[in-house]
């Protein structure tokens, strides 16, 4: 079973939005990007349609607002957009010992990564589940599998996303609907400076391949898979993890997070 139509993408406009965008374009899925800033979407939308011959749209809209699902649920009805596919893609980090963060960028966090994305899972969801048709892809992380000191609410919500998804895959699939969790490692993106960990362990390693992430995605989505994790390494150490004692698990992800 393959997933058609206009695919609605957060956080199409930079990163592995942007490289998401441009894989459901190549493969002739009309558009619906959704971020904060305006110039950047118009910019990737212009050229997506360009380069595609698809039909893009731009949605401005902050997911860290406590309305912002229903606003933009509202928004594609208003608009007469159907949403065939959701990607929930957008998603922040802060790094740092979460006392001493920011309360509200903490609160963020949570909004942006859980409290959102399920909130557009139920809208649209619904509806594609109404029609017997319809596919969800949540922009999780190889994060999911460990508890993430100094990094604490970050790895917690690609853990959340992740469980979410693979019990969705099997809540929607009767109903005609694939939900796929796609799990990277550290991406090249705008990710790391924008969390603040550029100068740990992790943020200045190895970084994964941003378009053959997204092409990894957008190829588990079509094959229904409920867990995508790309990159050989990543798929091993996410196997493993399962084996190895939560006290190791968790002391390494806090090396990794703390600055060199
Ligand atoms: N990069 C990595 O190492 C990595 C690894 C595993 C998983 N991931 C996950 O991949 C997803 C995409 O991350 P990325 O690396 O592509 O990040 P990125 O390069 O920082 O891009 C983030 C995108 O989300 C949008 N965005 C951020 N905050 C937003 C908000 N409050 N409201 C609306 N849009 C917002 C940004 O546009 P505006 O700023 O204009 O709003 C931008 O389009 C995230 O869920 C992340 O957790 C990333």
Not at 10 to 22: F, K
């Amino acid at each position: 079973m393959t997933v058609d139509g206009t695919a609605l993408v957060t956080g199409g406009s930079a990163g592995i939005g942007a490289a998401l965008a441009d894989e459901f374009a190549a493969h002739g899925h009309d558009l619906v990007l959704v971020a904060r800033g305006e110039d950047r979407l118009h910019e990737v939308a212009d050229s997506l349609a360009a380069d595609h011959g698809v039909e893009t749209h731009v949605l401005v809209q902050d997911l860290s607002e406590r309305d912002a699902a229903a606003t933009l649920h509202r928004t594609t009805r208003d608009r007469d957009l159907r949403v065939d596919v959701l990607v929930n893609n957008a998603g922040i980090g802060v790094q740092g010992a979460f006392i001493e963060n920011d309360l509200a960028r903490e609160r963020d966090v949570v909004q942006v990564n859980v409290a959102t994305p399920a909130e557009l899972t139920h809208r649209f969801g619904g509806e594609m589940a109404a029609r017997g048709s319809g596919g969800i892809l949540n922009v999780a992380s190889s994060a999911a599998w460990f508890p993430g000191p100094y990094m604490a609410s970050y790895y917690a919500s690609k853990a959340y996303l992740k469980n979410f998804s693979e019990a969705l895959a099997e809540e929607l699939r009767p109903e005609g609907v694939t939900v796929t969790a796609l799990c990277p490692g550290p991406v090249e993106t705008e990710f790391q400076k924008r969390a603040g960990n550029m100068d740990t362990p992790l943020g200045s390693g190895d970084l994964q391949d941003v378009e053959a992430v997204a092409a990894a995605g957008y190829e588990g989505l079509q094959a229904g898979r409920a867990v995508v994790v790309p990159g050989w390494k990543y798929r091993a150490l996410t196997r493993v993890s399962n084996v190895l004692p939560n006290a190791f698990t968790r002391k390494r992800a806090k090396d990794l997070n703390t600055p060199d």
